[in-house]
């Protein structure tokens, strides 16, 4: 089972990278973040020719989440269902050949001392009882997505610069420590500890992606039982250098299951 997760950053814009991407790559479940499109003017038409089943919930100009399957999924779910803000553009769930696979977008959180960055902090509080409500940490499952998060020195350049960066201030990286310790194994590092990638190269910093000044901030995640079975975990850097491509680039993981 390959599965790939991609933060698109505008859907419709990347839209000839991603449909080359899927008849090169052709894995079983693609997961996309920031797609930056209401439902109603989801591009369906365009991504028929792809074959894939397509799930997908949506806000207008930001947000905005989607799961691109060979099979059709046996169930569908969308955002929290804690009681508080459901999130539904940030947040889905599907199940494929049994396998529960979460997609999440999850917020940037805009600086420190911002509001934003507070709710970030509780958004993973949030999703560690997603998980233990809907999900067995014994038990096959998946969380990929952009997590907003480098959670350790060698996933960011520089990283004594970042110190107070939201994707990389202590307490998020805390945080986002503290939900995989619910039963989430990180696959790319099991696979390759030592390993530096990135998946971002900010736009605002020009020639970042030639000087490899990058982010690892976009994760594929399994529980012990599958992850155990992860055969393969790349980044496709290629898309990054395409044609108006996004600031995120391809990431995935081949299971033998």
Avoid at 45 to 50: G, I
Avoid at 183 to 197: E, I, T
């Amino acid at each position: 089972m390959k599965v790939a997760t991609f933060n698109v950053n505008s859907l419709r814009k990347r839209m000839p990278i991603l449909l080359d991407w899927l008849a090169q790559h052709k894995p079983d479940a693609l997961c996309l973040q920031e797609t930056k499109v209401q439902d109603s003017e989801f591009p369906l038409l365009a991504l028929a020719e792809s074959g894939y089943h397509i799930t997908y919930r949506g806000m207008k100009s930001y947000n905005g989440v989607a799961i691109l399957s060979r099979e059709k999924p046996e169930s569908v779910a969308y955002g929290f269902d804690d009681g508080g803000e459901t999130e539904d553009a940030r947040l889905l769930r599907v199940v494929i050949k049994g396998i529960p696979i979460v997609n999440t977008y999850v917020p940037q959180g805009f600086e420190i001392d911002s509001p934003k960055y507070q709710y970030k902090l509780g958004w993973y509080d949030r999703l560690a009882k997603y998980f233990k409500k809907h999900l067995s940490p014994n038990k096959p499952a998946i969380w990929c997505g952009d997590m907003n998060v480098a959670p350790r020195p060698m996933d960011v350049h520089s990283p004594e610069k970042h110190l107070k960066h939201v994707c990389y201030h202590e307490d998020v990286r805390q945080a986002y420590e503290h939900t995989l310790a619910w039963g989430f194994q990180d696959v790319f590092v099991k696979l390759y500890p030592h390993r530096q990638q990135y998946t971002f190269w900010d736009y605002r910093a020009p020639g970042s992606l030639e000087a490899n000044k990058g982010w690892r901030i976009d994760h594929i995640l399994a529980t012990a039982s599958l992850a155990e079975h992860c055969l393969r975990v790349e980044v496709d850097v290629e898309p990054r250098r395409a044609k108006d491509p996004s600031d995120h680039t391809f990431l995935w993981a081949e299971f033998s299951v």
